[in-house]
Each structure stands twice: as C-alpha cells, then as structure tokens.
C-alpha cells in the first residue's frame, strides 16, 4: 500500500482492495473516498467491497468517481466536501493516486497559496506545477 501524505489529516493513494483495510485502521484512516470509477476495476475491488470491508471497522467510505472529464470546479467542491473538508483522516484513491490528488489541489486553491499547494503535491509525488495558472486563477465554485 503506497499512502501519500498531502496534508496533515489527507493521504491519497492508488487503488486499495479490502485486505488493506486493517492496515488503514492502523495508520489512522477513519475516512475512506473512492475517486475510481467501478468501471476501471475488477468486482473483487469495485467501491461497494471496499465500502463493505471498511465500515466493518468503523472507517467510514465516500465514493465520488472522478475521470479527468469530470473535474470541474462543482465536482472539486463535493470532493473536498467528501474528504478534505472533514474532520476525519482522509485516505483518497484511484487508480495511481493522481485524480485524488488533483482534485485535493484544486480545492484548496483560494484556500492555500499556490506554492503551498504544489509543495505539498511535489511531496507526495505529483508534480503539478503545470497547474500553477489554473490555481493562479482559484479554481473554486463559481469561478
């Protein structure tokens, strides 16, 4: 499992399966938010089996499938409200972490300095400096 730290209570990561789940718990997880369409996966690990696995421990599971036609600024809000926006500890996934990790970028825009946000992201392993006039312009609701 590859949890990728972008803030102090957000990780994002690439696709999880249920045998992931206690390691989650361990690692502090109560929030888990499935950004990976169940088109993109096996049954053995479409939302509802993770979604099953890890309210059996008390996690509790969002599921916004994102595709990269799909981000815009509405979606991004319902995604930060899903996750970051929580008091939860976040884990959000797809299928190699990036779409969760965007989608983490572009809703902090107006929240968080740019710099801020591409240090945090080049941290985790995503390079997103591209993005910079995108955020420039803080890609929120409305905008």
Request: net charge negative; glycine share 6%; aromatic share 6%.
């Amino acid at each position: 499992m590859d949890l990728r730290q972008v803030a102090p209570r957000y990780f994002v990561s690439p696709q999880i399966g249920p045998e992931d789940i206690p390691d989650l718990v361990s690692a502090g997880i109560t929030r888990i938010l499935c950004n990976r369409p169940d088109d993109e996966v096996p049954p053995s690990h479409c939302a509802e089996v993770i979604r099953a696995a890890a309210e059996t421990t008390g996690i509790t599971f969002a599921q916004q499938p994102l595709t990269m036609q799909r981000i815009v600024p509405e979606v991004v809000a319902a995604n930060r409200a899903l996750g970051a926006d929580t008091e939860d500890v976040t884990l959000a996934y797809c299928t190699s972490g990036t779409r969760s990790c965007l989608a983490w970028a572009l809703g902090q825009a107006g929240r968080m300095t740019v710099q801020d946000i591409l240090d945090a992201t080049r941290a985790a392993g995503y390079q997103f400096e591209h993005l910079k006039p995108m955020l420039d312009h803080r890609f929120t609701e409305g905008s």
